[in-house]
């Protein structure tokens, strides 16, 4: 056992700047293909954590698994425990519009949501949470340097994959929002909460409107552009 209560991790091990897929594969694949010196940092359950150099950078990598819960509680020991300062989900999505398709890149700004997380927090009114603005004109200059196409919007951060309901998505399409995915709005309150920065870049992997959709291997190992977009921001970040 660690310093907190479900990692391995000592103080120390975990850089303040972290890359977080839900996949604890493509943990593993960062930390393999693009990593320098990097050492894992925690096995428990599974979700691997690696702690290496990108250019010369010092960057984590980990795998929080899916939905709010296990990122809320993940997000919480990294910020709070190991003092991670600036957390950038890197996931796959579903979208909502004709217009994102496969492979598309999209910088969460905002994240709207049916979970009722934020009632943790006991606020008088419903939280709007929100990607770090230092954070996504990172995001956009590491993209831009790197000739990757980006788009920016809201996301739905959704706590049912199997909605009873096949056409509640239509309803979050017709007020813009661009796809869907289940962990950035909890990401985006913790950061607010306790004082980090956060940021979900996501790779659109299926389409509700045209019915494409990659393969799991395609997921694991094939979001390069949105990877290297992301290790990319260590360039801009302070």
């Keep these: 056992m660690g310093a907190s209560l479900h990692l ?7 850089a303040e700047t972290i890359l977080l897929p839900g ?15 990097a050492v894992l940092f925690n096995k428990t359950r599974n979700a691997f954590g690696y702690t290496g ?5 010092r960057v984590s990598v980990f795998g929080t698994g899916m939905g709010m819960p296990s990122m809320a509680l993940y997000s919480h020991e990294l910020i709070e425990v190991y003092g991670c300062k600036n957390l950038i989900r890197i996931g796959s999505a579903g979208s909502y519009q004709e217009s994102i398709d496969l492979n598309d890149i999209v910088l969460v700004v905002a994240s709207s949501t049916d979970s009722r997380f934020d009632y943790t927090f006991g606020l008088p009114g419903h939280f709007s949470p ?26 739905a951060s959704v706590d049912v994959f199997y909605d009873d309901d096949p056409d509640t998505w239509k309803k979050w399409a017709k007020m813009g929002v661009l796809g869907v995915e289940m962990e950035s709005a909890a990401l985006y309150m913790n950061a607010a909460r306790y004082g980090a920065k956060a940021l979900c870049i996501l790779t659109i992997s299926d389409n509700f409107v045209t019915g494409g959709a990659l393969t799991a291997e395609q997921r694991e190992k094939g979001f390069t552009d949105m990877m290297k977009t992301a290790l990319g921001m260590l360039e801009f970040i302070d």
């Design 8 to 14: 391995d991790a000592e103080i120390g091990d975990i």
């Design 23 to 37: 996949d604890p594969l493509r943990a593993k694949f960062i930390a393999e293909n693009f990593l320098e010196d």
């Design 53 to 57: 150099y990108y250019k010369g950078k």
């Design 130 to 155: 929100n990607a770090d603005f230092d954070l996504l004109l990172a995001a956009k200059a590491s993209a831009d340097k790197q000739d990757i196409k980006v788009k920016a919007g809201n996301i």
